[in-house]
């Protein structure tokens, strides 16, 4: 009967422990990941129609390697990277309002100075490490897509 009990003791316990377990820190939200770094632009093609994509990240290597940071105050800033146009490496060069959609998989980022009032990017990927973006819109009855990819 004493094995018995013991056996019922030890078995509660360890059932008691499993539940009181965690497996770990919870995962990052994507305003987490979008605002803990800053970004730096890798890529940016723009495909139009059936067309094969077009290259268009900056010429200058001033622009490639300026900086994108997302605050957790709904402003982007882009900064001069290590290589600056002008002024020093620290110099603004722009500032938008950005947000997310409810669900998160929609990124709208101000864009006065683009001709459009906003743009919102279709958040194909986003880790600690690197984040692709997706915008889609009508040009001349073409669709033409936009694929931008950044690393922090």
Not at 96 to 101: K, L, S, V
Request: charged content about 15%; glycine content about 6%; aromatic content about 6%.
């Amino acid at each position: 009967m004493k094995k018995l009990t013991l056996l019922a003791i030890l078995a509660t316990a360890t059932l008691v422990a499993c539940d009181t377990e965690t497996e770990g820190p919870a995962p990052n939200t994507k305003t987490q990941l979008l605002t803990a770094d800053p970004w730096r632009m890798t890529s940016w093609t723009s495909t139009t129609g059936s067309g094969s994509p077009v290259d268009q990240m900056p010429a200058q290597a001033c622009q490639r390697d300026d900086r994108y940071s997302f605050g957790t105050n709904g402003v982007m800033t882009r900064t001069e990277g290590p290589l600056p146009c002008s002024g020093n490496s620290q110099t603004v060069v722009l500032t938008a309002p950005w947000n997310f959609n409810s669900g998160q998989t929609i990124l709208t980022i101000g864009a006065a100075n683009m001709g459009a009032s906003t743009i919102p990017y279709e958040v194909v990927r986003l880790t600690a490490d690197e984040m692709q973006l997706r915008y889609s819109r009508s040009v001349n009855m073409q669709t033409v897509v936009d694929n931008v990819n950044y690393v922090n």
